[in-house]
RNA sequence: GCCAAAGUGGCGGAAUGGUAGACGCAUCAGACUCAAAAUCUGACGAGGGCAACUUCAUGAGGGUUCGAGUCCCUCCUUUGGUACCA
C-alpha cells in the first residue's frame, strides 16, 4: 500500500466532508474528549505528542461510530519563555515566531491523521483570546482573591535578571551559569489558598487515578493541629505573646525550648532588648542566601542561633524556655514559630541535641536518649498533669478544649499549598489589566478597553534591574487613568503561561464568541469534559490551577459546572530505545515525522499504542514497529481470503463477537494494547481458516479504524463498499447460536494434570465423569478429600 | 526521609485469586526462490527424559488459600513525585 497517497487522500476528504465538527446542541448525546493543547515549540511535535493525542483519537474515533456528537478541539498553549528567547535570539517578534511555529506543528499533527475539529481551534496568545485571560483575572480581582506583595524570586546578578524555577535549575542561571541569588520583588499573588479545602474534597468525586488524587492532596497538604499562644518575657516581665502552630499539642508539657524562623518580626520589634542582635542578624543574612538549590540539596545539619534577652514562657507550667532563631523554621508556614518538643519530633530532637537543650519525654514508650519518639498510635501520657494516663489522641483533644477555655490557644488547620506566584518580568505573556495612578493608586481597566495589548517591539534583548522588558516602551507604558483621567503607569509584568491553560477548555465550547468567554447554554450542553488526558508533570500545576480558576467562575455564575474534568487519564512517558529519557544530548531523541516517512502514520499510531500498557513508561524500539506494519500488511492481503459468502460465517460468529466486546470495552478503558493484540489474533485465526466473507472483511477493518483509520477506509473502499468507515456504525454483538466449548483445567492440589474440553455451563457431574474417565486423574479423583469445581474454568482435586 | 507506582523469557509486554508467558520483536528450522528480500509453516522460560512425560520457575523470604504473578507481612531494587510543613 503506498501509505503516502494513500493518507493524503482521506485527509482531504475527512476534512471535505467535515467529518469531525462538533455541532452545538446537536440530539445526538455529547462527548468531549480534551487533550492537553501543545506548546508550539519550533521544534515541532514530540514523540510524546502522537502518544498523547493517539489515546483521545481512539476512543473519539470510536465515540463518534457508537453516535455520539462528539468534541475532539485542538489549540496553542502559545506564551512563553522558548518563543521569548527564539525572538531575543534571532531578533524575530515573537508574535511573527509564534505563527510559523503553529503553522508547522499544525501541519504536522494533521499528517498523523487525527480527527480534531480544527474548526474551533484556539490561540492563547490571540488578543481575542487573552481578552478573556484578562477578563479573568479582573474579577479575581473585583472578588479580593489578589494580592500584591514582597516575595524572593531567582535573580541573575550577572545578567540582571529575573529567571522562572525552568530556567534556574540548580541554582545556576540558564543563560550564563553563574549563580542565582534570591531577590525580593513586589509580586502578585492570587489567592487559591481561599479554594484550598474545595479542591481537596472535591476530589473525592472525581475519576482520577489515585496517584494523581494523592500527587494534589499531598500538594494541597492539609494538616489539622492548634495555635498555642506562648508568653514572652523580656526584661523579666511578661509584654507580648508569641503564636505557634503545632499538630502536636498533646505534647506541650514536653516543650524544652521555641524556635523562630530568621524572618520572624518579633526579632525586628525587640531588637534593642536582644543582647546578641549582631549574631542574629548575621544569621539571617546567611540564611537569604540560601537558594532553592540549597534547600533542595539540604545537608539536615541543623544551624540556628539563641536569642540572648528574650525568653518564652510555657502557658501551661509557666515555665520558661529559651528561643533560637533557625531556618528550619519557615516563616511562609504556619505562625514561623514553633514550640520545640525533641522527645517526640526528629527535627527537634536533631537541633537539642547539637544546641544541648533539655529532652522531657512526656509519652511512655520511647528511649529519647538516643532518639525522638514519634509514634502516635501507641503510648500513654507522662508527666503531664492533668493528661497522665491518656492516649495520645485523647490528649489532643483534651489539650484543644482546655486551650480553648482558658483563652491562650485554639484548633487550627494549615495548608502547604501557596498562594500562587502570578507575575512574571517577561514580553511573551497577557499583560496585566492594571494600571498606577498617583491619585487613585492600582486601577483595574475596565471591561471596554479590554484587551490589554502588547506593544510592538524591535528588541528582545533582556531588560536590566530584574525589570520586564515591557517597562523600556514607554510610550505603552504611560498612558491614561481609565477612573481619573489622568496621568498613569501600566502594569509591565506579564502573566505565567499558566493564565492561558487555565480555562482554554471552556473556549473551545464557544470559541468565536467576543462578548463574553463562552455563551452559558453552550457551556451547559458541553461540560463538563468527559475524559482529559495529560502527563503526569501537570497533576500539581495545571491540573490545580485550572480546577481553581474553574470553581472560581462556577462561584461567580459564568460556569455552569464546578469541576471541569469529569474523568482524568495518564499517560506514560516514551523512552528513548536506551531506556532513558528522549534528550537531544543522549541523541535517542525519535521524530515522529521521521517513522511516518518510513511507515507511515498508521503504524505510527498503532506501534505507539501497542508497545506498552498505556499510562506505563516504555522505550521506543525501531524494530519492534515493524510488527505493526507487517500486521497491517497482513489485513490488506486478507481480502485475497476474501469468498463469496453472504453474511457472517456460523463458525466465525463467536471470534467477532468476542472480539467486538473486547475491543470496545478495552478502548474505553485505555487498554489499546490488549485491543490491538485482540485484532492480531483474530487476522491469525483469519489466516489459519484461510476464507472470510465480505462482511467479515468489513467488520474487521471497522474495529481497526480508530487506530488506523487511513488503511482502514482504503481497504473499505476497495473491497467495495461505498459507505466511509468514519460514516458507519460502531459493530454490536452478533447472535450466535453455536455449541460453546470451553476448555476446563484439571488440578490434582492446585497442580495442573490435564486439560478438558467440555460443552460451556456443563454441570459438575457431568464433568467429574470425565474427569474419571482420563486415565491421569481417575486415582485421584477416588482418594480425594475434597472437590473443588467451578464452572468453566477449574477442577481442583484434594487429595 | 515521606508518598506513589513497578519488578514476569533474549527483548517490549499479556494474565476479574483459577491452564503463567496472550500478542509482538529477535532467534532457529522448513517451504517458495537460480539467489536474496518479502511471504507462508513450525519451534522457541530453564533442567531431566528416546518418548509419553516430569520437576523448577513471575525481585528475596515468610503467610493466607483447595489454588497466589495477583491478597497480607518483612526486606531488596528501580522509577516518578515531594521535601527541614512544625
Redesign the pocket.
Known amino acids: 500500500m503506498d501509505y503516502e497517497k494513500i493518507e493524503k487522500k482521506w485527509q482531504e476528504i475527512w476534512e471535505k466532508e467535515k467529518a469531525f465538527e462538533a455541532v452545538d446542541f446537536d440530539k445526538k448525546p455529547k462527548y468531549f474528549g480534551l487533550v492537553e493543547f501543545p506548546y508550539p515549540s519550533g521544534v515541532g511535535i514530540h514523540i510524546g505528542h502522537v502518544k498523547a493525542y493517539s489515546s483521545m483519537e481512539v476512543l473519539c474515533r470510536m465515540k463518534r461510530l457508537q453516535g455520539y456528537n462528539v468534541m475532539f478541539p485542538i489549540g496553542w498553549d502559545a506564551f512563553g519563555l522558548p518563543t521569548e528567547n527564539y525572538a531575543i535570539k534571532h531578533n524575530v517578534a515573537p508574535r511573527i515566531a509564534t505563527d510559523e511555529n503553529i503553522k508547522n506543528i499544525k501541519k504536522q499533527l494533521k499528517a498523523v491523521g487525527f480527527s480534531f475539529d480544527w474548526s474551533r481551534e484556539i490561540d492563547t496568545t490571540d488578543e481575542k483570546y487573552f481578552k478573556w485571560t484578562q477578563w479573568i483575572f479582573s474579577k479575581l480581582y473585583e472578588k479580593g482573591l489578589v494580592y500584591k506583595s514582597k516575595a524572593f524570586v531567582n535573580y541573575c546578578p550577572s545578567c540582571d535578571v529575573i529567571l522562572s524555577n525552568e530556567e534556574s535549575q540548580g541554582g545556576v542561571c540558564d543563560r550564563c551559569s553563574s549563580q542565582v541569588v534570591q531577590k525580593e520583588k513586589e509580586v502578585w499573588f492570587l489567592k487559591i489558598r481561599e479554594y484550598a479545602d474545595r479542591l481537596l474534597s472535591g476530589l473525592d468525586h472525581l475519576d482520577f487515578p489515585?496517584?494523581v488524587k494523592?500527587?494534589q492532596r499531598?500538594?494541597i497538604?492539609k494538616?489539622t493541629?492548634a495555635e498555642v499562644d506562648f508568653d514572652l518575657k523580656v526584661d523579666g516581665c511578661v509584654c507580648d505573646k508569641l503564636k505557634?502552630?503545632?499538630?502536636?499539642c498533646d505534647t506541650l508539657f514536653g516543650v524544652t525550648f521555641m524556635?523562630v524562623?530568621p524572618e520572624h518580626p518579633m526579632l525586628e520589634k525587640y531588637r534593642n532588648k536582644i543582647s546578641n542582635w549582631d549574631e542574629i542578624v548575621a544569621y539571617g543574612e546567611e540564611a537569604k542566601k540560601?537558594t532553592e538549590f540549597d534547600?533542595?540539596q539540604?545537608?539536615?545539619?541543623?544551624?540556628g542561633v539563641k536569642i540572648e534577652g528574650v525568653v518564652a514562657v510555657n502557658p501551661l507550667n509557666k515555665k520558661e524556655v529559651p528561643i533560637f532563631v533557625?531556618?528550619?523554621?519557615?516563616?511562609?508556614?504556619?505562625?514561623?514559630?514553633?514550640?520545640?518538643?525533641p522527645a517526640h519530633?526528629?527535627?527537634?530532637f536533631?537541633f537539642a541535641k547539637k544546641f544541648g537543650c533539655d529532652i522531657k519525654p512526656v509519652i511512655a514508650g520511647g528511649d529519647v536518649d538516643k532518639e525522638a519518639y514519634t509514634d502516635i498510635a501507641a503510648g500513654v501520657m507522662i508527666n503531664s498533669d492533668f493528661l497522665n494516663g491518656k492516649t495520645v489522641k485523647e490528649a489532643q483533644k483534651l489539650m484543644i478544649e482546655y486551650l480553648t477555655k482558658n483563652g491562650i490557644g485554639n484548633a487550627k488547620t494549615?495548608?502547604?499549598m501557596k498562594d500562587w506566584a502570578f507575575n512574571r518580568q517577561r514580553y511573551w505573556g497577557e499583560p496585566f489589566p492594571i494600571v498606577y495612578c498617583d491619585k487613585c493608586g492600582t486601577v483595574l481597566v475596565p471591561e471596554k478597553d479590554l484587551p490589554v495589548t502588547l506593544p510592538h517591539m524591535d528588541k528582545f534583548k533582556p531588560s536590566k534591574n530584574g525589570e520586564s522588558p515591557l517597562a523600556e516602551v514607554e510610550e505603552w507604558v504611560n498612558c491614561t487613568c481609565p477612573k481619573c483621567g489622568g496621568k498613569a503607569k501600566r502594569e509591565t509584568d506579564t502573566m505565567p503561561q499558566w493564565a492561558g491553560s487555565s480555562w482554554y477548555f471552556l473556549r473551545y465550547m464557544d470559541p468565536h464568541n467576543d462578548s463574553c468567554l463562552a455563551d452559558r447554554s453552550k457551556m451547559e450542553y458541553w461540560g463538563p469534559i468527559d475524559v482529559y488526558n495529560g502527563g503526569?508533570?501537570h497533576?500539581?500545576?495545571h491540573l490545580i490551577y485550572s480546577r481553581f480558576w474553574n470553581m472560581f467562575l462556577y462561584d461567580i455564575g459564568v460556569v455552569p459546572f464546578e469541576e471541569p474534568y469529569k474523568k482524568r487519564t495518564t499517560i506514560g512517558?516514551v523512552l528513548g530505545e536506551d531506556?532513558n529519557?528522549m534528550s537531544k544530548s543522549l541523541g535517542n531523541v525519535v521524530d515522529p515525522m521521521d517513522i511516518i516517512k518510513k511507515f507511515g502514520a498508521d503504524v505510527l499510531r498503532l506501534y505507539i499504542l501497542?508497545?506498552?500498557?498505556y499510562?506505563?513508561?516504555?522505550?521506543w524500539?525501531n524494530?519492534?514497529?515493524?510488527?505493526?506494519?507487517?500486521?497491517l500488511?497482513?489485513v490488506e492481503?486478507m481480502a485475497d481470503l476474501v469468498d463469496n459468502f453472504d453474511g457472517v460465517h456460523e463458525e466465525h460468529i463467536s471470534k467477532f463477537n468476542n472480539a467486538i466486546s473486547k475491543v470496545t470495552a478495552d478502548i474505553e478503558s485505555f487498554?489499546f494494547?490488549?485491543a490491538?493484540?485482540?485484532l492480531?489474533?483474530l487476522?491469525?485465526d483469519i489466516?489459519?481458516d484461510g476464507y472470510l466473507s465480505k462482511k467479515e472483511y468489513r467488520l474487521f477493518l471497522q474495529l481497526l479504524y480508530p487506530f488506523a483509520p487511513h488503511s482502514a477506509e482504503e481497504l473499505n473502499e476497495r473491497v467495495g463498499f461505498a459507505e466511509h468507515l468514519s460514516k458507519s456504525c460502531w459493530p454490536n454483538l452478533m447472535e450466535d447460536n453455536s455449541v460453546k466449548m470451553?476448555?476446563?483445567?484439571v488440578?490434582v492440589?492446585?497442580?495442573?494434570?490435564t486439560?478438558l474440553t467440555v460443552q460451556e455451563n456443563a454441570g459438575k457431574d457431568d464433568v467429574l465423569k470425565l474427569v474419571e474417565g482420563d486415565e491421569?486423574t481417575s486415582a485421584s479423583l477416588k482418594i480425594a478429600k475434597?472437590i473443588?469445581f467451578?464452572p468453566n474454568?477449574?477442577v481442583?482435586l484434594?487429595v
Open positions: 489515585d496517584r494523592e500527587g499531598h500538594w497538604g494538616s493541629g505557634i502552630y503545632t499538630t502536636r524556635v524562623a540560601k534547600r533542595v539540604m545537608n539536615k545539619d541543623k544551624t533557625a531556618d528550619y523554621v519557615m516563616m511562609g508556614y504556619g505562625t514561623g514559630a514553633i514550640m520545640a518538643v519530633d526528629n527535627r527537634d536533631e494549615n495548608f502547604q503526569m508533570e497533576v500539581t500545576r512517558l531506556g529519557k501497542f508497545m506498552s500498557d499510562e506505563c513508561p516504555a522505550p524500539s524494530t519492534n514497529i515493524s510488527g505493526c506494519k507487517r500486521f500488511d497482513r492481503r487498554k494494547n490488549t490491538i493484540s485482540c492480531m489474533s487476522a491469525n489466516y489459519a470451553v476448555k476446563i483445567a488440578q492440589n492446585g497442580k495442573l494434570r486439560v491421569k475434597k473443588v467451578v474454568k477449574i481442583n484434594v
